[in-house]
């Protein structure tokens, strides 16, 4: 699940500085999106594109009640999904804040067209819900979240159909007066299943964002106790500096 850290605290002094007759105001609907252009698309630490370029994209649809809708896209080398170059995440879920708090369920279904180009039946999409629950202390959110696939054969490895279940921990947090932002992750995938390749392992991250009108530059340390090669004989898990630019709308 991708998962971006809004600013949370301006939002908070917006609303109390905003007459309360202005939130019959607020537009039922909101659209947001936008392009980025990453150095190395990594997914819970592991390259999805042999360490080479991607780009991606997304765009939400948002109702003032809390239920969203998202389409995430990026490029991916063939060895991800038997034959298929592009990975889309179709999102549902819903979103709500209470006193500082936000809680986020929904469900993800990671769609890989043409993904039985080099093994032909092959079926590598899978359905993944999830939960979030953050919270904001001054400048900081922390956030801890867990996501379950439910067995099905795209995870398997070969014992028949496997599940995957990941749990995280977020921090991240804009600092004052700067366009800057810090972020650092922990998180642990449980195996085996295709998403661990073996066993289970534990992905990290550490980052900065850099924020100018709608442009967002980000560089991140990303890393693995895992060693997972590629075919091409890249250690596609091992750590490695990340770089991004990105557009928001």
């Known amino acids: 699940m991708r998962t971006s850290f809004g600013p949370l605290v301006g939002l908070a002094l917006t609303l109390m500085s905003t007459p309360a007759f202005a939130q019959d105001e607020t537009p039922a609907v909101t659209i947001s999106g936008g392009a980025t252009l990453v150095s190395d698309y990594r997914f819970r630490g592991i390259s999805q594109t042999d360490k080479d370029f991607a780009v991606q994209g997304t765009f939400t649809v948002s109702h003032k009640s809390g239920f969203y809708a998202t389409v995430w896209g990026s490029s991916i080398d063939d060895y991800i999904a038997a034959g298929s170059d592009q990975e889309i995440d179709l999102i549902a879920g819903f979103k709500k804040t209470f006193s500082g708090t936000t809680v ?146």
């Open 104 to 249: 986020d369920v929904g469900v993800l279904y990671y769609y890989y067209p043409g993904s039985s180009k080099i093994v032909p039946g092959t079926n590598s999409d899978f359905v993944e819900p999830y939960i979030g629950i953050s919270h904001t202390f001054g400048p900081v959110t922390g956030k801890v979240s867990a996501a379950y696939a439910p067995k099905s054969k795209a995870l398997s490895i070969g014992a028949g159909k496997e599940d995957n279940l990941y749990v995280a921990f977020d921090l991240s947090g804009g600092i004052p007066n700067t366009p800057l932002s810090l972020s650092a992750h922990l998180g642990h995938s449980y195996g085996p299943s295709y998403l661990t390749i073996g066993k289970g392992y534990t992905d990290w991250n550490v980052g900065a964002t850099y924020t100018w009108k709608n442009l967002i530059l980000g560089v991140s340390y990303v890393d693995t106790n895992k060693a997972l090669f590629s075919p091409s004989g890249k250690n596609i898990s091992k750590g490695g500096i990340v770089g991004s630019v990105g557009v928001a709308f």
